[in-house]
């Protein structure tokens, strides 16, 4: 990908910016996004707005106002998850993406859940979505160190996913 000119804010949190870390702003500048939005329920990391993914209804100014809803992390922390899959699919402007990255396996004690691919398999076909990519992520351990492992969900079938329970002990995630 080429990156598009952007000014390089530090982040917003002090410590991160001490290391050196980059601002979402400037993150999404660069792959050539005009705008970022961050929705959460606190003002824990600077919100835009304020919404809790718990709640039945989105709010109506923000329905089909993204381009992108990326979901990197939040999932696994909200308690209705089946509430979350419908919000992002009525944030996403039509022929826009909603990117997910949860938990699948071995990540006690991190959110409330590990789903299994076939949640965003089946949520998106049933909603009607074009299912672009659905792939499972090994992630290396600490010791390990190096490249994720990605395995095609949608493709692989049967020749890769393994039989209930039988995934190794790394973190594994879904994208």
Not at 18 to 46: H, K, N, P, W
Not at 86 to 106: A, D, K
Request: hydrophobic share 40%.
């Amino acid at each position: 990908v080429t990156l598009a000119d952007a000014p390089l804010i530090l982040h917003r949190e002090p410590e991160l910016a001490s290391r050196g870390f980059l601002s979402d702003d400037t993150l999404f500048a660069m792959l050539g996004f005009s705008s970022c939005v961050r929705i959460d329920c606190s003002d824990y990391e600077s919100v835009d707005e304020f919404f809790d993914l718990n709640q039945t209804e989105s709010p109506p100014h923000l329905d089909q106002a993204f381009d992108v809803v990326l979901d990197a992390g939040t999932m696994e922390h909200v308690f209705d998850v089946a509430n979350v899959l419908r919000h992002c699919s009525r944030l996403v402007r039509p022929g826009g993406r909603v990117i997910h990255l949860t938990p699948s396996s071995n990540c006690l004690e991190h959110g409330f859940y590990c789903v299994s691919p076939t949640l965003f398999a089946d949520f998106y076909t049933a909603s009607e979505f074009d299912m672009n990519e659905v792939l499972l992520c090994r992630i290396p351990s600490s010791i390990e160190r190096g490249a994720w492992r990605v395995y095609d969900y949608l493709k692989a079938g049967k020749d890769f996913i393994p039989m209930m329970g039988r995934l190794d002990r790394s973190v594994w995630f879904t994208f």
